[in-house]
DNA sequence: CGTTATTTTGACCCATGTCAATACGGGTGG
DNA sequence: CCACCCGTATTGACATGGGTCAAAATAACG
């Protein structure tokens, strides 16, 4: 699937690649055995049509899912409506390992979506009599975590044009496309969806992916089809100022990691 | 410790609320028996004076710690220099539990520090034994993702107003304050760590802090005592536009939710 | 006490939000 | 297959929250 090449150089410390593996989806790397997708083996299948949620924040967390097919948002309204996507989950993704007693978050398909699901207390029944199991549960809610902070940093301190181009990649990489210079992505988001995730309004979505095309580095086939044709180019907008780097401003104390990772960029064709 | 009145009235689906418990930082709340900072109890003192880094982003996660006095500031640094702090953490929390491989962020004593560590084999292996330890770590780690949802909320959907006050009184629910009327409370962070917390500018924080004093809604003594004064109603900035619900613009799925949640505000004294 | 880092405040500017109009596209029924 | 419709997307004009730059005030520290 994922062409070696295609990994976007990810130095350790810089954030804004790592699409949001969905803060409590969980993309399948199964070590050795059995992985944790196994277990859903002998259910059945399910289809939820868009826009059919599959829990609520605040339900009762009382089963596991494992997405087949399709793909959903992730989501937290707050009292006076405000919408934050948390993340989106993609076909083969775990949803809901990481919610213990309630789900903290909604769950809806945006296209239509075919999942099994596992009863809570079953999953953790079968998760905890294999070392192996236990392992992969806590490696996954780890790398949540991880796509959860790389998402505070994009929210916290990145420019709309960033965001814009890191969820593009993100998009991608996830899509598992190749890494040569056209590629063609799905976005079956709408913009307000994307605009909720990367903390802007719909406007600002719109115009960063007019001005993207504009200047050549993307195409539209319709708003769902979007053509990548400048990989590199994106990659140097997703990391904006790369050559010069800024003045540090704080104690100093960090100045340890600064400008350690000219690397960067380099990896996709361009 | 905790007045029980001192809940922050948190509806479930409500965000800005909840400290970020650090984003790898655990409250040690133990169900039953022994909780996992007794592990720590054999291991022998260290102390860390400010502001040297206990271990740094991208170093080989071989320690867990436990924060037994002091507090830290926990981020990571982009290419170019900008800093997001992802949390801090205060005397009582666990340090690394989510970081397997390597660790996704500095950590910085804020104040002179003292902490206990334990090899991160040796923690995953008493962890591993106990069925208790297992679901304590499982639970602290849930909590961590749910509090980093909580940011995310924050930083993409929200103003400076909210983000400060909500800050502040995270502040005084980390440090236990009471809830009577005009709590005192120490911020040790210098505002730009504030800043870097909240996605603004230090310049940004100060205002917003220095507004909050001419409203009579805090005091200051000092940069680093600060006094709430009107607790209501720094709950109601905190939770922006809570009268008015504007109109949702979306699918309108999720309507069901919005307002739900009149409730709110009402605990905490004012 | 003087020296330096931090914080506060002011003036100005820009990225992004807001409001409003138009254009597009995908689905439906004729 | 075409025409119409409605939700979505785009674009424009304008407003503004928060960023930036610079200076003054205050606190921290030897």
Redesign the pocket.
Known sequence: MLDPAFTFARPHCDPPDGFAPSLDAVSGTHPGGRPLQALFLPQVTETFAPPRAIFWEGDKASHVFHVLEGCLRLYRIMHDGRRAILGFSYAGDLLGVASRDIYTFTAEAVTPVRLKRLARHRFDELVDNSQDLRSQRLAAICNEMTAAQDQIMRLGR??????VATFLLDVARRTGADAVAPVEIDVP???????DYL?????????????L??DGLIS?R????IILRRLGRLCDVARMDVDEPREVR??GAHLRLVNAHQAASAAFSM
């Not at 319709?222 to 089809?225: A, D, L």
């Open positions: 990145t420019g709309a044009h960033e965001r988001f709408r913009r307000l969806d994307i605009a903390g802007v309004t719909v406007e600002t979505v719109s115009r960063e992916i007019s001005k095309n504009r539209l319709g708003p769902h089809k704080g104690t």
